[in-house]
């Protein structure tokens, strides 16, 4: 089991760059594939990014592809979500997720076991 905790939210201009930053507790932590995911109001949470438990493969949304880099430490227990050319519509509640099985991949919200209680990520325009 993990317990997840994000930081590094906040409010920035359309344009600008933010860092999120997910640290988990436990020694499984670097076992476990890692995934950002976002719910802006009166929308469902949606897939962002993920990043296998190596470290060596990612995977992004289309909509955040190219402007978003997911890495990882897994030394430090973090993984950690660098977003720049923010948009307005990137304005939401970002969570960090766990995903135990880690056999691939995965994007749906169903797929992870354990998250972070989110941190606010509002872009103004």
Known sequence: ????????????QAGGSLR?????SGSTFSRY???????AP?????????ISWT??????????????????????N?????MNSLKAEDTAVYY????SVSIRLRIGVND???WGPGTQVTVSS
């Open 42 to 50: 009166g929308k469902e949470r949606e897939f962002v990014a993920a």
């Open 33 to 39: 594939d890692m995934a950002w995911f976002r719910q």
């Open 20 to 24: 999120l930053s997910c640290v988990g």
């Open 78 to 82: 973090t993984v950690n979500l660098q």
């Open 55 to 76: 470290g060596g493969k990612t995977y992004y949304a289309d909509s955040v592809k190219g402007r978003f880099t997911i890495s990882r430490d897994n030394a430090k």
């Open 96 to 99: 960090c997720a766990a995903d």
């Open 1 to 12: 089991q993990v317990q997840l905790v994000e930081s590094g939210g906040g409010l920035v």
């Open 112 to 114: 992870y076991d354990f």
